[in-house]
């Protein structure tokens, strides 16, 4: 580049040689806008200034430097942001100086003055620092915007992690109802709940049903290039994730749930299962994990909130009362969807219940080795768990007790207070029973009898395991008080073989009905009271069935157990 005269200021030219043609372009339009500016400053010092800024613009060392970024620019905006080979460089550097400390080289000595020195430590630490966050191994990247508003997203889609969003219909419009935790959209952080999606691959989706943009992303595998209009409304979300773990009190099948938002993304699960829940930020529908998949970090599934849950079962008892003629086809029904909906419009029509079960809230709890949960079993008559109480009494007398229950009956001859029963006046037994003391209790023959919350303490006290036979309506009692029970079902067998001898003792004749009876009794006991049972044994065969016992006991030493989130916060 060369510069003809002082007057060739205001009518520069180059020299092809040093500028390329769109950087000299550049250069000319810089100056012409300089020399438009200039006609109309009439004060000397700015006067002054652009002539400064043009003599810069003209010289050699500058125009180089220009060049070479613009070069730089334009290739940073075709690569792909690097990703980290590795996130443990200050380990790395550890392990190097390491093995350098034995060689006597001098650029072994060199190498480990560098390593040491602070400003590489530095350097090291701010990598590792970035290299940690969770980088999706798929290029995701934002174009930039094509207009107000709008904004050109691109992900990668696989078969392996799903893209993660629910989409409604507002009008014509396709909106994003939902990012869901785990997949490819939440990860990527470019699409928000709210967004309104325009194109996918140059397919145009305004104006499609939720059904038609499902079938067009089913279709579309690899890159995807959706065109979004921003949500118009600020969403302030936290990135601190709050957990809570929950137990499930009812099975759910997405097939069968006609109002589930996608039913690709959400969790079937069965009555007793343990859900990690990570976002309730739709009441309707919580984002959770079934506790199994938690350490494999999948794609969250979406589950009915507890309180949509018990609306909409509320929902279902009430019509169900009204319509018990047609029962069978209640669920599914035109007739119930609009019953549905006029229910959902007047909630005052909806009778909610403290039956309606859903979820509990529980914690992860290891008991203390001085201090043994009771176990409790519990089953319908002849089921077996006395009999499996008093074999375990007798082969560990070391490790297990029942507790002294009270009375308030004169003892026999050769009853001893507190071994056989703690015997009371019955001013003492009811006063004990107004204050909540007793697990159970209940009269024969004109006397009390029960099992006093404080024989049960005295045992765990002990350090030995109190085992206890209870009623189901006193199975809620217990687990109200502080002795943090573990409840276990005695289940008979759906085809018993021992039946018939448990049901003839007392010399009374053995009937089919009998059988069928006690099955049907379990049966009830499971639908009524299965939310508290922590474990269940079918009773099959004794020896089996005490093997498992005796396993599950053992297993509250080594493995933590979910209980009550109130037990334990």
């Not at 749930?257 to 739709?282: M, N, T, W």
Request: aromatic share 6%.
């Amino acid at each position: 580049m060369t510069q003809r005269s002082n007057e060739g200021i205001d009518n520069p030219t180059f020299d092809g040689t040093d500028v390329d043609k769109e950087t000299k372009a550049e250069l000319e339009d810089l100056l012409v806008s300089l020399q438009e500016l200039k006609v109309h400053l009439s004060d000397v010092e700015s006067l002054e200034d652009v002539q400064l800024l043009t003599e810069l613009l003209l010289h050699t060392d500058f125009q180089q430097a220009f060049r070479m970024h613009r070069s730089v620019a334009l290739s940073m905006r075709c690569l792909r942001p690097p990703h980290p080979l590795t996130a443990h460089a200050r380990r790395l550097r550890d392990e190097v100086g390491s093995v350098l400390q034995s060689s006597k080289q001098t650029e072994a000595t060199e190498l480990t003055r560098l390593l040491g020195s602070p400003h590489l430590q530095a350097l090291m630490e701010a990598h590792d620092c970035i290299a940690e966050e969770d980088f999706n191994e798929d290029s995701n990247e934002t174009v930039e915007p094509r207009g107000k508003g709008t904004k050109l997203v691109c992900l990668e889609k696989n078969r392996d992690i799903p893209l993660g969003v629910t989409v409604r219909n507002d009008h014509d419009c396709v909106i994003i109802s939902r990012v869901v935790r785990g997949g490819t959209a939440e990860k990527s952080g470019l699409l928000s709940e709210g967004d309104e999606i325009l194109q996918i691959n140059g397919v145009s989706v305004r104006g499609k049903s939720i059904n038609d943009v499902h079938n067009i992303l089913s279709s579309m595998h690899g890159p995807l290039t959706i065109l979004i209009i921003l949500s118009s409304q600020t969403k302030i979300t936290s990135h601190r994730q709050t957990l809570m773990h929950v137990k499930a009190n009812f099975t759910y099948d997405p097939s069968a749930d006609p109002y589930v938002p996608c039913r690709e993304l959400a969790l079937s699960f069965r009555k007793g299962d343990v859900l990690h829940v990570i976002s309730q930020e739709d009441p309707n529908w919580w984002q959770a994990y079934r506790d199994e998949d938690e350490n494999h970090k999948p794609l969250a599934g979406l589950i009915p909130g507890k309180s949509f849950q018990q609306q909409r079962e509320a929902i279902k008892k009430t019509i169900t009362d009204k319509n018990q003629d047609h029962r069978g086809k209640l669920w599914r029904s035109k007739k119930y969807k609009k019953q549905r909906k006029k229910l959902l419009d007047d909630p005052n029509n909806v009778h909610y219940s403290n039956d309606i079960l859903t979820y509990e809230e529980v914690a992860s709890y290891h008991q203390p080795l001085n201090r043994r949960r009771p176990v409790v079993l519990i089953g319908p008559p002849n089921s077996g768990q006395d009999e499996m109480r008093q074999t375990l009494l007798t082969l560990e007398p070391g490790r297990f007790a029942g507790a002294v229950p009270h009375t308030t009956r004169s003892p026999r001859a050769h009853e001893v207070s507190g071994r056989e029963y703690n015997f009371v006046s019955r001013e003492s037994f009811e006063s004990d029973l107004t204050s909540g003391k007793f697990i159970e209790s209940g009269e024969f023959e004109q006397n009390l009898y029960g099992t006093n919350a404080d024989s049960i303490r005295q045992i765990i006290n002990s350090g030995k395991i109190c085992l206890l036979c209870l009623q189901p309506r006193s199975l809620q009692v217990i687990r109200s008080s502080d002795l943090k029970p573990y409840i276990i079902f005695i289940r008979p067998p759906l085809a018993p073989r021992r039946l018939p001898t448990r049901l003839t003792r007392g010399g009374k004749k053995h009937k089919a009905e009998d059988t069928r009876a006690l099955q049907e009794k379990a049966c009830e006991m499971e639908n009524s009271y299965g939310h508290l049972f922590d474990a269940i044994i079918t009773n099959s065969d004794p020896n089996r069935s005490i093997f498992e016992l005796l396993k599950l006991v053992n297993t509250l030493d080594t493995e933590p157990q979910w209980v009550p989130y109130s037990w334990v916060c």
